[in-house]
């Protein structure tokens, strides 16, 4: 089964509104982190936003804000007040605490693109 | 901001030859890692290492792979015997703690001909 599912392959928005993208997860471990990433045309991987699994409140990070539903085991990531800027390939993953350095498990991503 | 530094950005190289692919992680970072992403793939684990040692490994990481921290602040990532599969984009990460989240670099495009 995957760990990291996000369904969307391709988004778009227009500038000015808000958008959600998907992405549940699997695990069975109790403690765990939920990571989105942006990764724009230039290929770096540029962290957003980030939610423990034992967090009480949804993250927020400025325009950024994560929709986690624990019983749901969904973390979708809300960006509100979209701009063109936020064209990207957008990758949800998770950290299980496994082993003595856990790792991150990625998603296939969603592509967002913010029209005028 | 502290950074995650990689050189080079892009490398091409001919297959069969033996790469090296560099990273400074963030210095007071404890845990550091690789990942691969195939173009237009999804990003893959590669290797963790922390207390100068791997910790973990993915299938993908087979003899081929190595990864050093050879004097306390660089950490490299040598592919023998590069294959035409091995083109990818490579992703340095360095980490403070166990949970907490990742700092990326901006990656090494190696491109196998």
């Known amino acids: 089964a995957q760990k990291i599912t996000q369904t969307q392959p391709g988004m778009f928005v227009q500038e000015k509104e808000a958008v959600t993208l998907d992405c549940t997860y699997d695990?069975?471990?109790?403690?765990?982190?939920l990571f989105w990433y942006k990764q724009p045309s230039s290929g770096e991987m540029i962290f957003l936003i980030y939610?423990?699994?034992?967090?009480?409140q949804n993250a927020t990070e400025g325009r950024y804000s994560l929709n986690f539903q624990k019983a749901r085991k969904s973390a979708n990531l809300v960006i509100s007040a979209s701009q063109l800027g936020d064209s990207a390939m957008y990758f949800c993953a998770m950290r299980e605490a496994t082993g003595t350095a856990s790792k991150l498990t990625f998603g296939t991503g969603t592509r967002l693109q913010v029209t005028l | 901001e502290p950074e995650v530094t990689q050189t080079p950005s892009h490398q091409v190289t001919q297959m069969g030859q033996e790469v090296i692919l560099r990273c400074v992680p963030i210095s007071n970072h404890l845990y550091f890692y690789w990942y691969r992403q195939i173009l237009g793939q999804k990003v893959e684990f590669l290797v963790s290492?922390?207390?100068?040692?791997?910790?973990?490994k993915s299938e993908i990481f087979d003899d081929q792979f190595s990864v050093e921290r050879p004097d306390g602040s660089n950490f490299t990532l040598k592919i023998r015997s590069t294959k035409l599969e091995d083109s990818a984009m490579y992703f340095c990460?360095?980490?403070?703690?166990?949970?907490?989240?990742?700092?990326f670099g901006s990656g090494t495009r190696l491109t196998v001909v």
């Open positions: 939610q423990g699994s034992y967090d009480q």
């Open positions: 990460a360095s980490s403070p703690s166990f949970l907490y989240g990742y700092t």
């Open positions: 290492f922390y207390n100068n040692e791997i910790s973990e």
């Open positions: 695990t069975s471990d109790p403690s765990y982190g």
